[in-house]
Nanobody
């Protein structure tokens, strides 16, 4: 199983980035997909999640700015990040989880840095 993130990098405050996570080795449509982040000194936190039936949730700090979506034909989940803030700086990780049968997989992470 592989989850490969891409799209991270440096952005200015107020700017945008789109993260992608391409999955292989799993039945992608069966999995709930999520984006997590961890900044230095902070806990690992859920940013946004999209279920196998396309329901979405996101943490309050990104509501109205970040949008999670998925393309089952491409086995890919996206995180569109707009109106970026310095406090969005973190390593962003892709996660795939399924309850029955159980499966829980992580990508290697991609750095997002928001700085002027």
């Amino acid at each position: 199983v592989q989850l490969v993130e891409s799209g991270g990098g440096l952005a200015q405050p107020g700017g945008s980035l789109r993260l992608s996570c391409a999955a292989s080795g799993i039945i992608f449509s069966d999995y709930d997909m999520g984006w997590y982040r961890q900044a230095p000194g902070n806990q690992h936190e859920l940013v946004a999640r999209i279920t196998s039936d396309y329901s979405t949730t996101s943490t309050d700090s990104v509501k109205g700015r970040f949008t999670i979506s998925r393309d089952n034909a491409k086995n890919t989940v996206y995180l569109q990040m707009n109106s970026l803030k310095v406090e969005d700086t973190a390593v962003y990780y892709c996660n795939a989880v399924r309850s029955i049968p159980f499966g829980n997989y992580w990508g290697q992470g991609t750095q997002v840095t928001v700085s002027s």
